[in-house]
């Protein structure tokens, strides 16, 4: 009992600190008071709570400001807000071909970016990790920031990754990303590593800064080269046992779709099936070096018949695809994303005309605004979680 009771001071203080951390990640200056109105901390205990938070680093306190400018009596209020700068979080997207890299600060604000390509041919463990870490050096370099002021890291790859970091290594592509990072970057740099799916990232950075702001049940499909999605039922992500929730491969059992190809992969080979005929075709202009989808959607946006009717055959194609998800999740809402999700607003509306034929519960669908940053927004929003989880057991390397 003794031992329960000379912890208790501890424990309080401790959730005291983590209620004003909280609300300092939240707001922009605040006052002792607005502390205390936030937390329902006595003054004495909010201002102790600050003055530690801010020797440790986490907080700093700003200069006073009478009234803003304006006559005020009296002794004017402390000011405080988080140190967005106190430490740094590492977001890195980690392809087949090419790694990039982000650098956020503590309010998720991306500072520096850097994206380097793996050599052509497959490449070791070892090089990949080593084109990695260089990669992320560069991010480091580019604003200024050293390599043991990096917080947390988490990395998005394009395989099944179960709640525990562990790859799912059943097929050859996958097994290519099961390259040990996590132990790698932890001997090499010292730093937390956190491993996750790429489509999952994707969910998770879509309802922080995307079109699913705020939406608790949403499926984003990472639809350029390949289909893979991520899950959020009522704002968890799914893994399944394995990590292979959301994975798609059971669309080569549905009827109309038959493969896992995505949007950009189809556009490119229906354009080169195209004009291996003698269809007229503006597409011929880049008939040399191939037809890309973004190709197609110009041409179909000037109006060109080939190329509008690709594009009716990708919508088709979605719908299926959405319809088969919806059947089995049931969304609210379904996000297509990657760097294809630029140009494939034009889908929306005639996939939105054909769902209910492929399901009972049709989602809205969206696009995603966020591009070919789409990983590393939910990469560095993992890796903020991660810190402002375990923000009391941290040690900054260069505390205030």
């Known amino acids: 009992m003794s031992e329960m009771t000379a912890a208790t001071p501890q424990l309080l203080r401790r959730v005291s600190a983590g209620a004003v951390l ?6 922009q200056a605040v006052t002792v008071t607005d502390v205390m109105q936030a937390t329902g901390l006595t003054r004495a205990t909010a201002i102790s709570v600050c003055e530690d938070l801010m020797q440790r680093g986490w907080i700093r306190e700003l200069e006073n400001q009478r ?3 304006g006559y005020q009596k009296g002794r004017p209020a402390r000011r405080f807000e988080l140190n967005e700068h106190a430490g740094y979080v590492l977001g890195m997207d980690v392809g087949y071909s090419k790694a990039t890299v982000v650098v956020s600060d503590l309010r998720g604000t991306v500072l520096g970016r ?5 050599a052509l041919a497959e490449i070791t463990a070892e090089e990949r990790v080593a084109m990695i870490d260089k990669t992320a050096m560069m991010a480091l370099h580019s604003v200024g920031a050293s390599p043991d002021s990096v917080l947390a890291v988490c990395a998005g790859i394009a395989a099944p990754v179960d709640r525990k970091g562990n790859v799912l290594a059943a097929q050859h592509f996958w097994g290519l990303f099961n390259v040990g990072l996590k132990a790698a970057l932890q001997e090499l740099r010292g730093w937390t590593v956190l491993l996750e799916n790429d489509a999952n990232l994707a969910a998770l950075g879509e309802r922080w800064r995307g079109a699913a702001e705020g939406v ?7 639809a350029s ?4 999605a991520g899950v959020l039922d009522d ?3 799914l893994h399944g046992i ?4 959301g994975e798609l491969a059971f669309l080569d059992m549905v009827d109309g779709v038959g493969d896992t190809f995505g949007i950009a992969a189809m556009a490119r080979a229906w354009a080169a099936e195209a004009l291996a005929g003698t269809a007229r075709t503006t597409l011929r202009e880049h008939a040399r070096d191939g037809a890309e989808a973004e190709h197609v959607f110009a041409a179909a946006a000037a109006g060109d018949a080939v190329a509008l009717e690709i594009l009716d055959r990708l919508a088709d194609r979605m719908a299926r695809i959405i319809g088969a998800v919806a059947t089995i999740i049931n ?3 379904v996000v297509i994303g990657g760097a294809v999700a630029n140009s494939a607003g034009v889908l929306l509306e005639p996939i939105a005309e054909r769902l209910h034929e492929f399901t009972a519960t049709p989602p809205t669908v969206a696009v995603s605004p966020l591009g070919d940053s789409i990983v590393t927004v939910g990469a560095v929003r993992c890796a903020l979680d991660y810190v402002e989880k375990n923000t009391l057991d941290l040690e900054l390397s260069v505390p205030a």
């Open 22 to 27: 909280d609300f300092m990640r939240a707001s």
């Open 67 to 69: 009234a803003f400018g």
């Open 114 to 118: 850097s994206s380097q390509p793996f």
């Open 216 to 222: 608790d049940d949403v499926v984003v499909i990472l």
């Open 225 to 228: 080269e390949r289909v893979g």
């Open 235 to 237: 704002g968890r992500l």
């Open 242 to 245: 394995g990590g292979g929730a």
């Open 331 to 333: 969304p609210e809402l």
